[in-house]
């Protein structure tokens, strides 16, 4: 079958493209509330805490699974309908969870969302690079991608703030409409768009024979690694280590929040023009904050404002690296964003797992030297992935 390629419309659709944003602030916020829930959750349903953590988890497995084969299953189905499925199945999820008797329910509902975390995400940077002109590709990213940081906001401070209040099973509740809201606003906005014919599993890990892909990719594992080494243990250095207040944490993890929306959508003004020395500087900087907060002494009121700069520069990762799938295959972005999502998962979960290891026998230090080493091989990598790019296409990154 001849390849499909997709142009770039002449008109941005710039109301489709917040309804993305919308769509992904409530997937994440769906995803990351029982963080700040669990031990409600627990209480209320006869758990451990550990238990509860492990729906954080399922929706992680599901994701990478979903991310993976979403293009085989779906392959000529009309991704308008694909991401309208999701967001119908997201809701659907929260309100199981919501109204779960048991674990296992609640388990079951989580498993369901993390197949609508995978799926949507695996469309994402491709159906966003369908909306817009070439030229507005970047900003157009930028706000999709802001909504990882509304949800961050969502998910950390005002959940646990809420949660207090109506209680965990009402959090989920709100979610579900959160859902709703990105649901009627897609459906109104998304306009028809094609699937690719050549997108499968086959297809995709093909593209892996790739050196300068497989590195780039491999770089993405490292890039968000190190970030998630130390955001997972963030609560515990701000409640423990620096012995923050309740009412200080809450404002310092709002205010990080903020911080990562802004960076976000600055990150897709400088990408379009300056998208090489951008991720490099980026990554640069996010190293020396490591650093930094290795050496800090752990004094309060420096190490917030360096916790407040670690999430603004978090903000370029996700725009720059769908950036990198939106200059370097643009036309197979849908292959190339579910192998992202399947190593970005694949980086959160394995930064969790090694990051709860070095927590527990070299405490927070041990977390921020590992952090800075992972962001010094994320760098390598990237440079190796341009380097490589370019001598495979004879096109140099700007």
């Known amino acids: 079958m001849q390849q499909q390629t997709h142009q770039p419309p002449a008109t941005a659709h710039w109301s489709a493209v917040f309804s993305l944003f919308m769509g992904v602030t409530s997937l994440i916020s769906a995803e990351f509330v029982p963080i700040s829930l669990l031990t409600p959750i627990a209480k209320s349903l006869n758990i451990t ?36 499925i999701m967001s119908a199945m997201l809701i659907a999820a929260n309100t199981l969870i919501a109204f779960a008797p048991n674990y296992i329910l609640l388990l079951s509902g989580r498993c369901l969302l993390g197949l609508c975390v995978g799926s949507f995400w695996s469309l994402a940077s491709a159906v966003t690079i369908q909306l817009v002109p070439e030229k507005e590709v970047s900003r157009a990213l930028s706000i999709v991608y802001a909504g990882v940081s509304v949800a961050t906001i969502i998910s950390l401070p005002l959940a646990s703030y809420l949660g207090n209040i ?136 420096t190490d917030s404002a360096l916790i407040v700069a670690w999430g ?18 643009a036309n197979k972005a849908e292959m190339m964003g579910g192998l992202s999502v399947a190593a970005i998962q694949f980086a959160i979960g394995l930064a969790a797992a090694i990051g709860g290891i070095i927590y527990d026998h070299q405490g927070i230090a041990g977390i921020f030297l590992s952090s800075a080493l992972i962001f010094i091989a994320a760098l390598l990598l990237i440079k190796t992935s341009f380097a490589l790019y370019t001598r495979a296409t004879a096109k140099p990154f700007s």
């Open 312 to 329: 603004f520069m978090f903000g370029f990762l996700p725009v720059g690296w769908s950036t990198w799938i939106a200059i370097t295959l």
């Open 49 to 84: 805490e550990g238990m509860a953590g492990q729906t954080v988890t399922a929706v992680g497995i599901f994701a990478v699974i979903a991310s993976l084969f979403l293009s085989s299953v779906a392959k000529t189905t009309n991704r308008r309908t694909v991401l309208l």
């Open 166 to 301: 109506i209680g965990w099973r009402s959090i989920f509740l709100l979610t579900a409409l959160l859902g709703l809201a990105a649901f009627i606003w897609q459906f109104f906005s998304l306009p028809a768009l094609p699937a690719h014919a050549d997108s499968n599993f086959k297809q995709m890990l093909l593209l892996l024979k790739q050196p300068w892909v497989a590195t780039g990719i491999l770089a993405t594992i490292f890039s968000y690694g190190g970030y998630h080494i130390f955001f997972t243990y963030l609560r515990p250095f701000l409640q423990h280590t620096l012995s923050l207040p309740a009412n200080t944490l809450s404002i310092l993890l709002l205010i990080f929040g903020i911080g990562n929306f802004a960076g976000t959508i600055i990150a897709g003004w400088i990408m379009h023009k300056h998208f090489k020395p951008s991720m490099i500087i980026s990554h640069i900087i996010l190293f020396i904050l490591a650093v930094t907060l290795l050496f800090s002494h752990n004094n309060p009121a």
